[in-house]
């Protein structure tokens, strides 16, 4: 038999095939390993949850949260032994086909030979091997690190912004505040909802739902768009936009029968239909705003009286939420919230009113009816046709009521605005007791506190506010057009919120 | 079949795995074609 130290050279060339013969045997096992490939073996992943539960999103995990550990873990079992594997399978053939025929003198010194450059080969390739796990490793961890700090600078600024753009939201249903509304799967069919959008450890500019579709995590820099928002904690569907612009809450206030829900349908049909908004326009924001709008409009088109709001046992108090866009600036979510009179007499039950604590400025109903100077100057004739319209509560008792709520809910009064409409104008326009009253809130409140007799509310009212406005309001349509007091009202309450709009209080 | 939400991430980790081991391989590919050249030089 030839001695195999003549073929000493067949080592480094057969080394070399032997290690690039591992290294490929790790990538095709690595690539199977990661699910790519002919023949996908990827590490089995729990499927997200259908709804949220804990702190468990029904969306999946960031590859690099979770799955890329996985992968790693995965690859270290499967793919790490491949290089051993395949070439044990080689040295049996080797050592077989050489070792026996004719030519054995020859060819099994040979074998060995090559057996040899392949334990060499393949212990280079090992090393090899794990250096290209090494680079794995490092190239997940630098990708973690780098998804992870944008992760946390995009949720930083987009925190920022909310700050800045002084986006504060609440419920229109439960008036609780919300810090984060829970969004919706804008995917057909889905409906899964996601509690926490934001940038996170289920994606970072887009995560993916439990269905497949992606959905965007930055709601304030415009993806919230296609999502509807439901409130955390009553679970009820809130307004179109919610938590991308600023809200402004506006609640009418005042006792039965003032003309409360009259005042506020002229409002918003001023502010949808009309020239309320003074160059900005406005649009429901959800299908209950509008749904409640149209019933309530008919009869304000029509002529015919409302009904009294009444509160449904333990139904939400729910507010008619506009989009507002001006001219200039950006657009706002106004909420007015119409408060059922009983509520606003009974101190415990206006506590309910929790979206009281949003509101900066307060819009309060005083009947004209009545007060007493203006009852009495009317004729008899309109006394007893007025007699059901008329507010029957004292407009003292009631805005004490209101106040000591408001303040008792910690709203810093002395920084909020508050306009007084006196409602039902139309009715007592002509009537003595009015002439030469104008529409100028100076005038209004020079002749509340002088001739009606209630300059003690309208002291406690100067007193305990930063700014009080009077408006002369009607809330019946004079051919088809909406009264000049609302548009006023109108006017200075988007003024006075911020709103670049093309009025001058 | 659900398609893997994960298979851009994996390809993107795996083709950067595949284009170290090219990027090692070819000096070492090289530097064996040189000393196979000086072999045959002698």
Same mark, same amino acid.
């Given at each position: 038999?030839?001695?195999?130290?003549?073929?000493?050279?067949?080592?480094?060339?057969?080394?070399?095939?032997?290690? #690039?013969?591992?290294?490929?045997?790790?990538?095709?096992?690595?690539?199977?390993?990661? #699910?790519?490939? &002919? *023949?996908?073996?990827?590490?089995?992943?729990?499927?997200?949850?259908?709804?949220?539960?804990?702190?468990?999103?029904?969306?999946?995990?960031?590859?690099?949260?979770?799955?890329?550990?996985?992968?790693?873990?995965? @690859?270290?079992?499967?793919?790490?032994?491949?290089?051993?594997?395949?070439?044990? !399978?080689?040295?049996?053939?080797?050592?077989?086909?050489?070792?026996?025929?004719?030519?054995?003198?020859?060819?099994?010194?040979?074998?060995?030979?090559?057996?040899?450059?392949?334990?060499?080969? %393949?212990?280079?390739?090992?090393?090899? %091997?794990?250096?290209?796990?090494?680079?794995?490793?490092?190239?997940?961890?630098?990708?973690?690190? /780098?998804?992870?700090?944008?992760?946390? /600078?995009? =949720?930083?600024?987009?925190?920022?912004?909310?700050?800045?753009?002084?986006?504060?939201?609440?419920?229109?249903?439960?008036?609780?505040?919300?810090?984060?509304?829970?969004?919706?799967?804008?995917?057909?069919?889905?409906?899964?909802?996601?509690?926490?959008?934001?940038?996170?450890?289920?994606?970072?500019?887009?995560? =993916?739902?439990?269905?497949?579709?992606?959905?965007?995590?930055?709601?304030?820099?415009?993806?919230?768009?296609?999502?509807?928002?439901?409130?955390?904690?009553?679970?009820?569907?809130? &307004?179109?936009?919610?938590?991308?612009?600023?809200?402004?809450?506006?609640? $009418?206030?005042? *006792?039965?029968?003032?003309?409360?829900?009259?005042?506020?349908?002229?409002?918003?049909?001023?502010? %949808?239909?009309?020239?309320?908004?003074?160059?900005?326009?406005?649009?429901?924001?959800?299908?209950? &705003?509008? +749904?409640?709008?149209?019933?309530?409009?008919?009869?304000?088109?029509?002529? $015919?009286?409302?009904?009294?709001?009444?509160?449904?046992?333990?139904?939400?108090?729910?507010?008619?939420?506009?989009?507002?866009?001006?001219?200039?600036?950006?657009?706002?979510?106004? !909420?007015?919230?119409?408060?059922?009179?009983?509520?606003?007499?009974?101190?415990?039950?206006?506590?309910?009113?929790?979206?009281?604590?949003?509101?900066?400025?307060?819009?309060?109903?005083?009947?004209?009816?009545?007060?007493?100077?203006?009852?009495?100057?009317?004729?008899?004739?309109?006394? *007893?046709?007025?007699?059901?319209?008329?507010?029957?509560?004292?407009?003292?008792? $009631?805005?004490?009521?209101?106040?000591? +709520?408001?303040?008792?809910?910690?709203?810093?009064?002395?920084?909020?605005?508050?306009?007084? @409409?006196?409602?039902?104008?139309?009715?007592? =326009?002509?009537?003595?007791?009015?002439?030469?009253?104008?529409?100028?809130?100076?005038?209004?409140?020079?002749?509340?506190?002088?001739?009606?007799?209630?300059?003690?509310? /309208?002291?406690?009212?100067?007193?305990?506010?930063?700014?009080?406005?009077?408006?002369?309001?009607?809330?019946?349509?004079?051919?088809?057009?909406?009264?000049?007091?609302?548009?006023?009202?109108?006017?200075?309450?988007?003024?006075?919120?911020?709103?670049?709009?093309?009025?001058?209080? | 079949?659900?398609?893997?939400?994960?298979?851009?991430?994996?390809?993107?980790?795996?083709?950067? %795995?595949?284009?170290?081991?090219?990027?090692?391989?070819?000096?070492?590919?090289?530097?064996?074609?040189?000393?196979?050249?000086?072999? #045959?030089?002698?």
């Amino acid at each position: 038999m030839l001695c195999a130290w003549p073929l000493l050279w067949l080592i480094p060339p057969g080394a070399l095939v032997y290690a #690039g013969y591992s290294v490929y045997a790790y990538l095709a096992r690595l690539a199977s390993a990661m #699910g790519l490939g &002919s *023949a996908p073996y990827p590490p089995r992943l729990a499927p997200p949850p259908d709804r949220a539960t804990g702190s468990e999103e029904p969306a999946y995990t960031h590859y690099l949260f979770g799955p890329a550990l996985a992968d790693l873990r995965h @690859a270290a079992r499967t793919a790490l032994p491949a290089p051993w594997q395949a070439c044990r !399978h080689h040295r049996f053939r080797v050592l077989d086909g050489t070792g026996t025929g004719n030519a054995v003198w020859l060819t099994a010194p040979a074998g060995r030979m090559i057996v040899m450059a392949m334990f060499v080969g %393949v212990i280079g390739g090992y090393l090899a %091997v794990v250096a290209l796990y090494a680079v794995q490793v490092a190239v997940v961890a630098a990708l973690t690190v /780098v998804v992870a700090a944008t992760g946390l /600078v995009l =949720r930083a600024a987009d925190s920022a912004l909310r700050r800045v753009k002084g986006i504060r939201t609440s419920c229109p249903s439960c008036h609780l505040r919300v810090q984060r509304p829970s969004y919706e799967c804008a995917a057909p069919g889905c409906g899964r909802r996601h509690r926490d959008v934001r940038p996170g450890r289920y994606g970072v500019v887009r995560r =993916r739902c439990g269905c497949g579709a992606l959905l965007p995590t930055l709601v304030l820099m415009g993806g919230g768009g296609r999502m509807r928002a439901h409130c955390p904690h009553c679970a009820e569907p809130m &307004s179109r936009g919610v938590g991308t612009v600023p809200e402004i809450v506006v609640p $009418v206030l005042g *006792a039965a029968t003032t003309g409360k829900t009259r005042l506020m349908t002229a409002l918003v049909m001023g502010l %949808v239909e009309g020239p309320a908004g003074h160059g900005a326009r406005s649009e429901f924001a959800d299908e209950q &705003s509008e +749904n409640a709008y149209r019933g309530l409009a008919d009869k304000l088109q029509a002529g $015919v009286h409302t009904w009294k709001t009444i509160r449904v046992k333990d139904a939400p108090l729910r507010a008619y939420t506009l989009r507002v866009l001006p001219p200039r600036g950006s657009p706002r979510l106004l !909420h007015i919230f119409d408060a059922p009179g009983e509520l606003v007499g009974a101190s415990e039950l206006l506590r309910e009113l929790r979206y009281i604590k949003s509101a900066r400025t307060f819009l309060f109903t005083l009947d004209l009816l009545s007060v007493d100077v203006v009852w009495d100057s009317l004729p008899a004739a309109d006394r *007893a046709g007025y007699a059901r319209l008329r507010s029957d509560m004292a407009t003292d008792f $009631v805005f004490g009521q209101l106040l000591q +709520n408001i303040e008792g809910l910690g709203v810093p009064t002395e920084k909020a605005r508050l306009a007084v @409409a006196l409602t039902k104008d139309d009715l007592v =326009r002509h009537c003595d007791a009015l002439a030469g009253v104008g529409r100028d809130s100076d005038d209004i409140r020079r002749w509340l506190e002088g001739p009606a007799g209630l300059d003690g509310v /309208v002291r406690a009212m100067r007193r305990h506010f930063a700014e009080v406005r009077f408006f002369r309001t009607s809330s019946w349509l004079t051919s088809g057009e909406i009264d000049a007091g609302v548009l006023d009202l109108s006017g200075w309450l988007l003024v006075r919120e911020g709103l670049q709009v093309h009025h001058s209080p | 079949m659900q398609t893997d939400p994960y298979r851009p991430w994996r390809l993107a980790v795996f083709l950067v %795995v595949v284009a170290v081991a090219v990027l090692c391989a070819v000096p070492i590919g090289l530097s064996f074609l040189r000393y196979l050249a000086s072999l #045959g030089a002698r």
